[in-house]
Nanobody
């Protein structure tokens, strides 16, 4: 099993920045492609960003492209999501996920428990 623990969520003002972290343990982190998703109340979980195991390729949803940046540090077993120019509509529970392929669907083998991001306008 690969355990994933997100951190860095909290209350932020619109326009501010926030960095989420997702620490992995239990298996070889560098074997997995990683992604960030979010889920707002009453909405489906949506793909935000993904990164391949070697950081050679990234993918972003249109809703966050240019504002959010995904990165990873395999030496620290951690993937990050840098969120800039945060908007009220970014308020959601944010999840990291690990899988064999970099896809925009929910088809990932491992998920974290989520971290809440609240945006005040």
């Amino acid at each position: 099993q690969l355990q994933l623990i997100e951190s860095g969520g909290g209350l932020v003002q619109a326009g501010d920045s926030l960095r989420l972290s997702c620490a992995a343990s239990g298996r070889t982190f560098s074997n997995y492609n990683m992604a960030w998703f979010r889920q707002a109340p009453g909405k489906e979980r949506e793909f935000l960003a993904g990164i391949t195991w070697n950081s050679m390729r990234t993918d972003y949803a249109d809703s966050v492209k240019g504002r959010f940046t995904i990165s990873r540090d395999n030496a620290k077993n951690t993937v990050y999501l840098q969120m800039n120019s945060v908007k009220p509509e970014d308020m959601a529970v944010y999840y990291c996920a690990a899988g064999s392929f970099l896809v925009r669907s929910l088809d990932y083998s491992y998920w974290g428990q989520g971290t809440q991001v609240t945006v005040s306008s």
